[in-house]
Structure formats: structure tokens, C-alpha cells
């Protein structure tokens, strides 16, 4: 999985603000995979991998719904079969094209989400000072804590039994910090459908978790 400070997914982003133009012979590439499978790829990246130098392609798509189609159930590996197809059609490109220098003996290709990572990205760019001036507006005395990793934002309460009885505040919550969000949604991924924060408490953290930030989100 990358992550926003990965070069991939800074270069993709250059692409599809317009500030850098995918190159030979991936546009070519690119274009054959979009039609044969119907999904939107919009960068690909040639490297090795250590420590054997085995050539690699990166395909990252920009939906989560494509990742989706080329991702196995297990949620770790990826279909075989299109792993292979766009290995050979890579192959086919640089054979056909003597001008083109890539080392292709046992190439293989992965995948990547733009989309994801973009979401991410936007969760963490929300300042802590609108964090705290959030919490001051909902002016709960029973809400200790907001915190967020990458694209997860959890609400704390002090206790169990507040975090209980507030569950009828969610969807208020949830629509305050959606639109505080939504201001850095730069490529406008984020809906009330695919959003929602989740409710725990400061006792299940400290006593569950040993008041350990890294231990909790790990």
C-alpha cells in the first residue's frame, strides 16, 4: 500500500493535476489496459526490485471500485491472470520498438490505488488547531479526544458508557468533520457515502490499549 510522501503517488498526482505527462511507451500501455479491462489507469512505473534487480511495473489506478476488480478476495494478492496479460503486453510494446531500453526477463507487474491514498492524504492535512477549534464548537464535556491515522478518525469519550449513549450524535459528528474534510478533498473522492468517524473511548484506550497511540492504530 503507498502512502501520500511515496514517489508514486506524488508523480500520479502531478499527472492528474495536469503538471506532468505520462511517456512512452506507458501511455501506450495505459491506453491498451483501459480498454481491454475497463478500468482507469493513470500512471504506470517502471523499477527494479531488490535484491535481485527483478524488473517491475507499478499500474496505478485512480478508483478504489478498479483496485477492487484486480484485487484478489484475500485483500493481499492480486488476479494472476491480469498480471500476466499486462506483463506480455509490456513485453510485445518494447520488442516491437528497438529504440526502447527495459530489461524484461521476468517482469512482473502490482497495483495501486490513487484514490485511497488521496483520501488519506486529505484526512491528515486537516490542521490541529481545526481539531481543537472542532471539539470547542461541539462543546461536549463528555468528548476527552479526536484522533486520526491516515484515512481513520476516531471520536473519544471518556468513558464506555458515554460513548454508548452518544451513539445518537453520530451523524451530527460525522457532518461537522465532513465538512471540515471536504476543504482538502483536492480531487473530490471523499461523499457522505464512503465517509463515516467511529466512536471509542478513553477508557477502552488506556486501559486496552496501555495509553499507547502507536499500540492503538498499529
Request: glycine share 2%.
Amino acid at each position: 500500500m503507498i502512502s501520500p510522501s511515496d514517489f508514486e503517488y506524488k508523480n500520479t498526482k502531478l499527472i492528474l493535476k495536469g503538471k506532468k505527462k505520462l511517456e512512452e511507451p506507458f501511455i501506450n500501455l495505459s491506453k491498451w489496459i483501459n480498454e481491454v479491462y475497463s478500468i482507469n489507469s493513470v500512471n504506470i512505473i517502471y523499477d527494479k526490485v531488490i535484491p535481485n534487480d527483478r524488473p517491475r511495473l507499478r499500474v496505478i489506478l485512480e478508483h478504489e471500485k478498479d483496485y477492487l476488480l484486480v484485487k484478489l478476495k484475500d485483500g493481499y494478492n492480486f488476479n494472476e491472470v491480469l498480471q500476466s496479460e499486462i506483463s506480455e503486453k509490456f513485453i510485445e510494446i518494447i520488442n516491437n520498438n528497438k529504440s526502447y531500453k527495459f530489461e524484461t526477463n521476468s517482469i512482473f507487474t502490482i497495483f495501486s490505488c490513487f484514490e485511497s491514498v488521496a483520501k488519506k492524504e486529505s484526512n491528515m492535512s486537516i490542521k490541529e488547531y481545526e481539531i481543537k477549534k472542532l471539539l470547542l464548537d461541539i462543546n461536549n464535556p463528555d468528548l476527552w479526544h479526536i484522533d486520526r491515522c491516515f484515512g481513520a478518525t476516531v471520536f473519544f469519550f471518556y468513558t464506555n458508557l458515554q460513548k454508548e449513549k452518544s451513539f445518537t450524535l453520530k451523524n451530527i459528528y460525522t457532518e461537522k468533520y465532513f465538512n471540515l474534510l471536504k476543504k482538502y478533498d483536492e480531487f473530490n473522492y471523499i461523499t457522505k457515502n464512503n465517509f463515516s468517524i467511529d466512536f471509542d473511548s478513553k477508557e477502552n484506550f488506556d486501559k486496552n490499549f496501555h495509553s499507547n497511540w502507536f499500540t492503538y492504530w498499529r
